[in-house]
């Protein structure tokens, strides 16, 4: 009896070991995407050319 206790008790580990493995690897793949997304943010907005504001006033 205590044997198949302590067999079920191995499987539910290692199946809960398993399923934290899986889960690891996609979180590394969504951490990995996400800092894509914001280096290509970053770089997308650095392309963008600010306007230049003059410091004269207009006159009409």
């Given at each position: 009896?205590?044997?198949?206790?302590?067999?079920?008790?191995?499987a539910v580990l290692g199946l809960?070991?398993?399923?934290?493995?899986?889960?690891?690897?996609?979180?590394?793949?969504?951490?990995?995407?996400?800092?894509?997304?914001?280096?290509?943010?970053?770089?997308a907005a650095a392309a963008v050319?600010?306007?230049?504001?003059?410091?004269?006033?207009?006159?009409?």
């Amino acid at each position: 009896m205590f044997s198949i206790v302590l067999t079920w008790v191995g499987a539910v580990l290692g199946l809960a070991l398993f399923v934290a493995m899986a889960a690891s690897t996609f979180l590394v793949d969504l951490d990995e995407a996400m800092r894509e997304r914001r280096r290509k943010a970053a770089t997308a907005a650095a392309a963008v050319p600010v306007p230049a504001v003059s410091s004269q006033t207009p006159t009409a």
